[in-house]
Nanobody, 126 residues
Framework: QVQLVESGGSTVQAGGSLRLSCIAS????????WNWYRQVLGKERELVAT???????EYPNSVKGRFTIFRDSAKATAYLQMNSLKPEDTAVYYC????????????????????WGQGTQVTVSS
């Protein structure tokens, strides 16, 4: 079955860098748009990066110039490169796609809507 599996989160000092990965497992046929979100306990989830099928990217001002989203469609994988990390970047980071088209062995081609990874913790120490 289809899964989004994130990795790369860890503890890093301020000014350091991390690269997060999100791999879509299963027989993935198409993922057009990838998003990265982050969430601090007790606060709303924040969109921090988007990449579309035509390679348009969007970032909020809080991360613009420091974070870069990119993907490897052949590997069904999205990445978030985070540089110049700040303590306020500390959060659980989630990958997301609005739609996954995949093939189930018995059910055929299926569609999953608003699909999320499990999250990976990023902690930036001062």
């Amino acid at each position: 079955q289809v899964q989004l599996v994130e990795s790369g989160g860890s503890t890093v000092q301020a000014g350091g860098s991390l690269r997060l990965s999100c791999i879509a497992s299963g027989n993935i046929l198409n993922i057009e748009t990838w998003n990265w979100y982050r969430q601090v306990l007790g606060k709303e989830r924040e969109l921090v990066a988007t990449i579309t099928s035509d390679d348009n990217t969007e970032y909020p001002n809080s991360v613009k110039g420091r974070f870069t989203i990119f993907r490897d469609s052949a590997k069904a994988t999205a990445y978030l490169q985070m540089n110049s990390l700040k303590p306020e970047d500390t959060a659980v980071y989630y990958c997301n796609t609005p739609r996954i088209l995949f093939e189930d062995q018995t059910m055929g081609v299926r569609q999953a809507i608003d699909y999320w990874g499990q999250g990976t913790q990023v902690t930036v120490s001062s």
